[in-house]
Structure formats: C-alpha cells, structure tokens
C-alpha cells in the first residue's frame, strides 16, 4: 500500500514540475550595422514575421544605434533564430554575418 502512495506522489510531483514549463517571453536587442531607415526595418521586419516564437507587435527598431529589440517566446526559439532570421534577410545581426542570397537583394540605403 505504501508503494502506492509513494508512486502517486512522485506522479502528482512530475505533473507539477512539467506544469512549470510555460512559455516564457524573453527580450533581446541586436546589433545591425546597415539598418538605416523604415525600409530596412520593413526587410526585416519580414524576415522575423516568418519566425516562430517572435512578438511581432513588440519590435523596436533603433535607426541611431542600428539596434532591433525582439520580444520571443524562449521556449519556442532562441537569439540564435532571431539572428539567423535577421541574417537571412541581408544584415549583419551582432556576430552572425548576413546570408549572401538576402544582402544581394537588399536596396542600396540599407547596404
């Protein structure tokens, strides 16, 4: 009998603990050298639309920093995917080089 109870404890203690797993929004703010005006911010506003995960109504472009601020779920993506998606788009994102296929397509102001 004791077996039970200690089995329905650990039990009620594992749904307890896989309960804690929410999403949880994080912020990250990333350096992008080139991002100049609204059309750069439209490029990749774009690009971070096709992720998942990311906060759309919460992106902050900085055009006198050259700096994005992304709200995203971590347990959804990662700053890595928010960089790569910024790099797809044709820009340098912190230490993540731009894609070649996005930076051929970018238009001059943002280059």
């Known amino acids: 009998m004791k077996s ?7 039990l009620v203690l594992l749904a307890g603990l896989v309960s804690c797993r929410r999403e949880r929004p994080r912020v990250v703010t990333v350096f992008v050298p080139g991002l100049n005006g609204e059309k750069c911010a439209e490029i990749i ?4 639309a096709t992720a998942d995960g990311i906060k759309m109504n919460t992106l902050q472009f900085d055009f006198e920093k ?6 995203y779920e971590s347990m959804r993506t990662a700053v890595k995917n928010v960089e790569h998606f910024i790099a797809k788009a044709g820009f340098d994102a912190n230490t993540v080089p731009a894609y070649k296929e996005g930076l051929e397509k970018l238009p001059e102001e943002c280059k």
């Open 45 to 48: 506003s774009k690009s971070l």
């Open 66 to 71: 050259q700096e994005v601020t992304v709200e």
């Open 4 to 10: 039970w109870i200690h089995i329905l404890a650990i």
